[in-house]
């Protein structure tokens, strides 16, 4: 299976180099992505939004042939469920890896801080504990060091949708902050975070309990979580 690893904010396609052996050991080919405006701190980023970074991955999923499984991570996942919407007839699964499929006329993250027209990785008190949970401070200091700038737009664009055959996409949520009882809880209380979770009539859950970048702190457990979610070739 061809799988299209979608980083999320700040991050590149090495973002999941600790990942990418344990799937391709398991038979899998793999296609981590590096998105417009994120190819290096000096990268030109005025004018990409975030139909540029849903483009750049229905390129990738039309430049392969059979089905596709996406993987994204955090604002990733955003992109994921506009490709799935884009192309429902080739995406085999989405992995949802701490995200969430962002519905119609919702935004990634516009309350994040932007710097002349971008957004630079914030100080660390911006973020949420939960965010933080095992990201120690050699974790952190590497994090920061390899941190892009993300375009503005790409946070702050309205997410745009047409395609309800998206729903019949399977996916699969890596649940890492919050468990999956509590996202089973918020989509029984009809919280409206979740309602394009409510509406696929396919999905599957894997705990993996750690704060928002498993890919650094757990990433032994998520190369296995994500094996798990797509299987073995």
């Given amino acids: 299976m061809d799988i299209i690893l ?7 396609a090495s973002s999941w180099s600790e990942i990418t052996p344990a799937l391709e050991k398991a038979g899998h080919r793999t296609h981590p992505i590096t998105l417009p405006g994120m190819e290096s701190r000096d990268a030109d980023r005025s ?5 540029d970074h849903i483009d750049a991955v229905v390129a ?3 430049a392969l042939e059979g089905p596709v499984v996406l993987v994204g991570h ?3 996942g955003a992109v994921a469920h506009a490709v ?4 429902p007839d080739r995406i085999a699964r989405i992995v949802y890896v701490d995200s969430a499929p962002l519905g119609p006329g919702g935004v990634i993250n516009d309350e994040l801080p932007v710097v002349d027209g971008e957004i630079p990785l914030p100080d660390w008190n911006v973020f949420e504990d939960e965010d933080l949970v095992d990201l120690d401070d050699d974790l952190r200091e590497a994090f920061r060091a390899r941190a892009i700038p993300t375009p503005k737009a790409v946070a702050f664009d309205k997410q745009v949708l047409g395609d ?8 699969t949520l890596i649940c890492c902050e919050f468990g999956s009882a509590m996202v089973l809880a918020w989509i029984e209380q009809g919280v409206p975070f979740v309602k394009e979770i409510a509406a696929v009539k396919d999905v599957s859950y894997i705990d993996l309990p750690t704060g ?9 457990e998520l190369a296995d979580a994500l094996v798990s979610a797509v299987g073995r070739a």
């Fill in 6 to 12: 979608i980083p999320g904010f700040w991050l590149d």
């Fill in 47 to 51: 004018g990409i939004g975030l139909r």
């Fill in 60 to 62: 990738a999923v039309d």
């Fill in 74 to 76: 955090s604002g990733g």
């Fill in 84 to 87: 799935a919407d884009a192309r």
């Fill in 164 to 171: 309800e055959r998206r729903f019949d996409v399977p996916i």
């Fill in 212 to 220: 928002h970048w498993p890919q650094f702190t757990k990433p032994a």
